[in-house]
């Protein structure tokens, strides 16, 4: 996984580092408070693994410890 940051303005995503030479699938987060939010994950939440990856093609996530996680935060008291 590696996230890149970028601007998204009127429509279209400008990058601002160098992206894969392959296809790739991509996931959008968008920083923004105003923003529409239809993941249920918190803005700092989103940021802490954007960080965590921001520059890395090799970042280890483990997807079901992140899910697992965000389960316990929102459903615990």
Not at 50 to 60: D, L, R, T, V
């Amino acid at each position: 996984m590696q996230a890149i940051h970028g601007i998204y303005n009127d429509g279209q995503l400008s990058l601002n580092e160098t992206a894969p030479k392959n296809n790739s699938k991509v996931i959008v987060i968008f920083t923004e408070e105003h923003h529409a939010d239809d993941s249920g994950m918190s803005t700092e939440e989103a940021l802490r693994i954007f960080h965590k990856h921001a520059g890395s093609i090799k970042g280890n996530l483990d997807a079901k410890a992140e899910r697992l996680a965000y389960l316990d935060e929102r459903y615990t008291d």
